[in-house]
């Protein structure tokens, strides 16, 4: 079965640039999530979107910015890149429309490196 | 605001043998969904079983099944006949999609299975 793709797997940025990553939900999920997770911590959510408009937003900073493509790719963009941003970023999908039974099916992840 | 709590940071259990993983959560709707998700060490987030609030059994999948006690307020993970490939972080999460600042997944702290042959 088809997964949530992320591009790429691994990025490694200076402090001060700029990052985008990439990506492409499970065929008819048209709900997408972006995830943040520290070494040794739980994901924590940034943002969502829903048929292409923001849903809900979480602790996201001001630096960073995302949407949602018509053919329902999300991207995120970081500037000002912080030594703090490195992390790993997931971004998940869900068919939407099953309320709280909303199963978020996640991709492998995309390991940020600020130096 | 919805909460996870994990209280093993780390479990060890012999290959075959089944093991408990303890999730309790604190919401004030009624109405969510319990999840949990796998982390191996190579870093993606495997999602194993979900429970429902109002689901009446307990929710099974192959050698995960979840022990839903409503009143308690918990949702322990039950993996049983142990394989070395079980050995991964299991994060314990809750979803609320009917309050807008809760509709995400909240995850707790983690618990870190080995598997010990």
């Known amino acids: 079965a088809a997964g949530v793709i992320q591009s790429p797997r691994h990025l490694i940025k200076e402090k001060r640039e700029t990052a985008t990553l990439k990506c492409y939900p499970i065929?008819?999920?048209?709900?997408v999530y972006w995830y943040q997770q520290g070494p040794g911590q739980d994901p924590q959510f940034l943002i969502s979107?829903?048929?292409?408009?923001?849903?809900d937003k979480g602790s996201i900073p001001d630096r960073f910015s995302a949407q949602q493509f018509s053919d329902y790719h999300s991207e995120l963009n970081m500037s000002s890149l912080e030594l703090g941003d490195s992390a790993l970023y997931f971004c998940?999908?869900?068919?939407?429309?099953?309320?709280?039974?909303?199963?978020?099916?996640f991709g492998p992840g995309t390991r940020l490196t600020v130096l | 605001a919805q909460k996870i709590t994990q209280t093993q940071p780390g479990m060890f259990v012999q290959e075959k043998e089944a093991v408990t993983l303890d999730c309790t959560y604190d919401?004030?709707?009624?109405?969510?969904?319990l999840f949990w998700y796998k982390q191996p060490s190579s870093g993606e987030m495997i999602f194993l079983i979900y429970?429902?609030?109002?689901?009446?059994q307990n929710a099974t999948e192959g050698r995960y099944s979840l022990n839903f006690q409503k009143a308690r307020k918990s949702a322990n993970l039950v993996i049983s006949a142990s394989q070395l490939g079980d050995s991964a972080m299991y994060f314990c999460?809750?979803?609320?999609?009917?309050?807008?600042?809760?509709?995400?997944?909240?995850f707790g702290s983690g618990t870190q299975l080995t598997v010990l042959p």
């Open positions: 429970q429902g609030s109002y689901d009446q």
């Open positions: 979107f829903y048929e292409k408009m923001q849903s």
């Open positions: 999460a809750i979803y609320n999609s009917l309050d807008s600042s809760a509709r995400q997944l909240t």
């Open positions: 998940a999908s869900s068919p939407g429309d099953l309320g709280w039974s909303d199963t978020q099916y």
């Open positions: 919401t004030s709707d009624p109405s969510y969904g």
């Open positions: 065929p008819r999920h048209d709900t």
